[in-house]
């Protein structure tokens, strides 16, 4: 029951090949299922996010300021504040406010440029932050991945844009 489950290599002999059995998530123990489960069903994330994933977030720290701004729109943050909430070095924080600001996602207040907070958006790109906000609680896995791979999928489209294809006739 409380048996911790491993990768394991090939069997050397024929007595070990019931320890070579390919693993099951209904085998995993208890949070572990929720964590395959999340991950497995990437297909589900809607068109829209993984778009905005793959076109404004550069790291996985990048996404978490961007939804610390989104669950307090009116709230406003210095760069020492963020990074205290998000446990990260404050000069990061500050490159990331300034890039997301360069992006359109935050602002600063006109009153004190030191404050960042984010930038009026409209209610489909509220929306977007919500449900951005529920999959990462949800889907970390498979959002943390699409983060990871941003980048790498947009780049590949564009390669595939100068391929050139043989007319199958």
């Not at 299922?33 to 905005?52: C, K, L, S």
């Not at 600063?108 to 906000?133: G, H, I």
């Amino acid at each position: 029951q409380g048996e911790v489950h491993t990768l394991r290599p090939r069997p050397i002999c024929q007595s070990d090949a019931r320890l070579a059995r390919p693993l099951h998530r209904r085998h995993l123990p208890g949070n572990s299922q929720e964590a395959v489960r999340g991950y497995i069903m990437a297909e589900e994330i809607p068109d829209e996010i993984r778009d905005f994933i793959v076109g404004h977030i550069g790291s996985l720290v990048q996404l978490e300021l961007l939804l610390l701004l989104a669950a307090g729109p009116t709230k406003s943050w210095t760069p020492e504040e963020a990074a205290k909430a998000l446990f990260v070095a404050p000069d990061a924080t500050y490159g990331l406010l300034e890039a997301m600001r360069a992006q359109g996602l935050c602002i600063t207040l006109s009153d004190d440029k030191t404050r960042y907070c984010l930038a009026p958006v409209s209610a489909q790109r509220r929306e977007l932050f919500k449900s951005l906000a529920e999959l990462y609680k949800t889907r970390r896995l498979t959002i943390i991945d699409l983060v990871f791979k941003g980048p790498t999928e947009k780049y590949q489209k564009f390669a595939n844009a100068f391929r050139f294809f043989k007319d199958k006739k």
